[in-house]
């Protein structure tokens, strides 16, 4: 092992890898224009899970010996074309889309937080706190919604927010409804 050289081994491993590093950056270009912005994007786990893998695929094509540079852009190629088919797949069957995709999940209503949901969706308070506080707010009693979107993100909405359009919250679990997702200044006390 101590025999292996680690700062050079020759100035064709370096040609290699500055030839095998540029084709691979026009692969990428390329293969963003015909396959679009979603291709890199972080949108949902599928997304991320392609742009790790994309990341993985390149440095092969780079780095290792023996996986050429047309492998490498053919394994980018297939997995950007099976993200593209599944985002086709998403957008013609509602069927498909409750399948694969998750929903977003209701954490925080109207000041309170859900407990039940974040133990579901493994997120623990001060996430929740953090949140609030990134979003500007100092109290939780400020905010009518958090919700955990398909792409991991906390959504923070305010009361004065949510009083603008409550049906934001179609299609998000634990939403209730649409009665229960209004913001405390929409509620009515009858007594």
Same mark, same amino acid.
């Given at each position: 092992?101590?025999?292996?050289?680690?700062?050079?081994?020759?100035?064709?491993?370096?040609?290699? !890898?500055?030839?095998?590093?540029?084709?691979? %950056? +026009?692969? /990428? +270009? /390329?293969?963003?224009?015909?396959?679009?912005?979603?291709?890199?994007?972080?949108?949902?786990?599928?997304?991320?899970?392609? #742009?790790?893998?994309?990341?993985?695929?390149?440095?092969?094509?780079? *780095?290792?010996?023996?996986?050429?540079?047309?492998?490498?852009?053919?394994?980018? %190629?297939? *997995?950007?074309? *099976?993200?593209?088919?599944? #985002? $086709?797949?998403?957008?013609?069957?509602?069927?498909? #889309?409750?399948?694969?995709?998750?929903? =977003?999940?209701?954490?925080?209503?109207?000041?309170? /937080?859900? &407990? =039940?949901?974040?133990?579901?969706?493994?997120? /623990?308070?001060?996430?929740? %706190?953090?949140?609030? &506080?990134?979003?500007?707010?100092?109290?939780?009693?400020?905010?009518?919604?958090?919700?955990?979107? #398909?792409?991991?993100?906390?959504?923070?909405?305010?009361?004065?927010?949510?009083?603008?359009?409550?049906?934001?919250?179609?299609? +998000?679990?634990?939403?209730?409804?649409?009665?229960?997702?209004?913001?405390?200044?929409?509620? !009515?006390? $009858?007594?």
């Amino acid at each position: 092992m101590l025999d292996a050289p680690i700062f050079f081994d020759g100035s064709g491993g370096v040609v290699r !890898t500055i030839f095998s590093a540029a084709l691979m %950056y +026009v692969a /990428i +270009v /390329i293969a963003m224009r015909l396959f679009g912005k979603r291709s890199t994007s972080q949108m949902n786990n599928f997304d991320w899970i392609v #742009t790790v893998a994309l990341g993985s695929l390149m440095a092969s094509g780079i *780095l290792v010996a023996d996986v050429t540079v047309l492998e490498g852009v053919a394994a980018m %190629y297939t *997995l950007l074309g *099976l993200q593209w088919l599944l #985002t $086709h797949l998403l957008r013609a069957s509602d069927t498909a #889309t409750r399948t694969i995709k998750s929903k =977003p999940t209701l954490l925080v209503l109207n000041g309170k /937080i859900l &407990r =039940p949901a974040l133990v579901r969706e493994r997120i /623990i308070e001060e996430e929740i %706190y953090a949140a609030v &506080r990134q979003a500007g707010y100092s109290r939780i009693s400020d905010i009518a919604w958090i919700v955990l979107e #398909t792409n991991s993100k906390l959504s923070v909405i305010s009361c004065d927010q949510a009083a603008s359009d409550p049906d934001m919250l179609r299609n +998000v679990a634990g939403a209730g409804q649409p009665e229960d997702r209004r913001s405390p200044d929409q509620v !009515t006390v $009858h007594g």
